[in-house]
């Protein structure tokens, strides 16, 4: 079936880099994109959201951006920063999904070093 | 706002005992939740979609005998693991949707950790 998978699963970055999690889907009727974090033994917090009709959005410190044509979401973190180590996810709705389901991604694990 | 808790945070149980999962939303109502599973280093899984005041939604390969959930109020959904064994060992994460909110929002529970000996 379809699913949202991932390119990367670690990355490992310095303190105050720049940081991109990128995430690559397979249902092109997916209308709706979030990105989570899920920091060990936590459950997932919402970061950013996107809908299809948009190619880019921008929160604090963080940026998602959208290309329909591949099919690629990402995660962009300014200014990384320890408390940013964590779990990444990127989750789906695809249209028509009953119930508004979440579809998630592998994840990607974010190391930022000191 | 919008805050999910889980009770317990995390349960150690024999092999064959039932145990009990707690997903309450605090501060809005939930007509519907939904139940993940988390093993190690791996994604959420949707086990199954909570309505309040009907049956359960579960999803392809999850056991409804096996898993049982139970929204009985706008606030409160429970699962029960019936005859666990250890390998329903896992992570256990609910989310609820704010009844007078967006639809495509769902706040996330701490997570309830199991395991099963």
């Known amino acids: 079936g379809e699913s949202v998978g991932l390119h990367l699963p670690t990355l490992s970055v310095q303190e105050g880099d720049n940081s991109i999690i990128n995430c690559a889907y397979s249902n092109s009727a997916s209308d709706y994109f979030i990105w989570y974090k899920q920091e060990s033994g936590k459950g997932p917090q919402f970061i950013i959201d996107i809908r299809s009709n948009m190619d880019k959005r921008q929160g604090q410190r963080v940026t998602v951006l959208l290309n329909k044509t591949v099919k690629h979401l990402s995660l962009q973190i300014a200014a990384t920063q320890p408390g940013d180590s964590a779990v990444y996810f990127c989750a789906e709705i695809p249209v028509g999904s009953s119930n508004y389901k979440l579809t998630f991604g592998k994840g990607t694990l974010l190391t930022v070093n000191p | 706002g919008a805050v999910v808790s889980q009770h317990p945070s995390w349960v150690i149980c024999k092999s064959g005992t039932s145990v009990k999962i707690e997903c309450r939303s605090l501060d809005f109502q939930a007509t519907t939740m939904f139940w993940y599973r988390q093993f190690p280093k791996q994604s959420l899984m949707l086990m199954a979609t909570?309505?309040?005041?009907?049956?359960?939604?579960?999803e392809q390969g999850v056991e409804k005998d096996k898993f049982l959930i139970n929204h009985a109020s706008l606030t409160l959904s429970t699962l029960t693991v019936t005859s666990a064994h250890p390998e329903d060992s896992s992570f256990y994460i609910c989310?609820?949707?704010?009844?007078?909110?967006?639809?495509?929002?769902?706040?996330f529970g701490p997570g309830t950790r199991l395991l099963v000996l």
């Open positions: 909570s309505n309040e005041g009907s049956k359960a939604t579960y």
């Open positions: 989310s609820a949707r704010d009844s007078g909110g967006r639809l495509e929002t769902q706040y």
